[in-house]
């Protein structure tokens, strides 16, 4: 995935808002790369034009390669509030990115029960999401972008809202994860620990406007699975 001199301007009724200004960022395929930085340097809108939920307004975005247009394949995404669905059980909320996606939902169930049974979820699959704490909802959500095994997972501040026991929790999941099935993850955190630990590199912003001030690499020993 590769921005390339990108820039982003959000229109505003208070005059126009300069979001990022020639961000240049790659992350080389199965690479976790984590962007650190003060509210509003422009974190989530890096995330919402790789994910093309917001347009470019300067520059370019490719992944592997090529020039995205049009809705992005290939991609999960998870952000700080879980969007499950609370009439629907947690299994079939796993399910909903093969329902979204237009696959065959039957095929996917076993691959959703494996997913849950790897976040801690097994026995949960008929609960709802509001019997579930936040902690275990936000798993479902990691289980739902999982579900098709997108090459690129994008992570908006996942475990922001979480105590620090379970986001301890969820950090340890999340990287035995990426060492057996390695994706190419972009995670937005405001934590330097939870960016230490989980990436190989993380990428410094500072604001107004937005820029990245310093990619840092990580090079240090992983558990291997
Ligand atoms: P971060 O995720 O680092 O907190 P954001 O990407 O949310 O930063 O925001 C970057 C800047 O863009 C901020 O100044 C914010 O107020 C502004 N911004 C974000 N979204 C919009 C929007 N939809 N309209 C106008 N301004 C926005
Ligand atoms: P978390 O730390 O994930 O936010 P809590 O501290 O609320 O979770 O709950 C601790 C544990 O209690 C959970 O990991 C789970 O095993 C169990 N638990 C939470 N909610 C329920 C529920 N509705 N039914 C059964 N067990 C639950």
Known sequence: MELENVDKVYP???GAV??????DLEIPSEQFLSLL????????????????LEPLSGGNLR?????????????GVVFQRD???DWRDI???????????????KSYRERARQLLEMFGLSGFEDRHPWELSGGMRQRAAICRALLDDPELLLMDEPFGALDAMTRDELNFELQRMWLESRKT?????????EAVYLSDRVALM?????????VIDIDLPRPRP
Request: charged fraction near 15%.
């Open 63 to 75: 992944i592997k390669g090529a020039p995205v247009n049009g809705a992005p394949q290939g991609m």
């Open 91 to 105: 299994l079939s909320n796993v399910l909903i990115t093969a329902e979204f996606k237009k696959l065959d939902v």
């Open 12 to 14: 505003s009724p208070k």
């Open 37 to 52: 930085g003060p509210s509003g340097c422009g974190k989530s809108t890096i995330l919402k034009l790789v994910a093309s």
């Open 206 to 214: 500072s604001r107004n406007p937005g820029r990245i001030a310093e």
């Open 18 to 23: 300069h979001a990022l200004q020639g961000i």
């Open 83 to 85: 969007i499950l669905l």
């Open 185 to 193: 993850v972009l995670f937005i955190t405001h934590s330097i620990t």
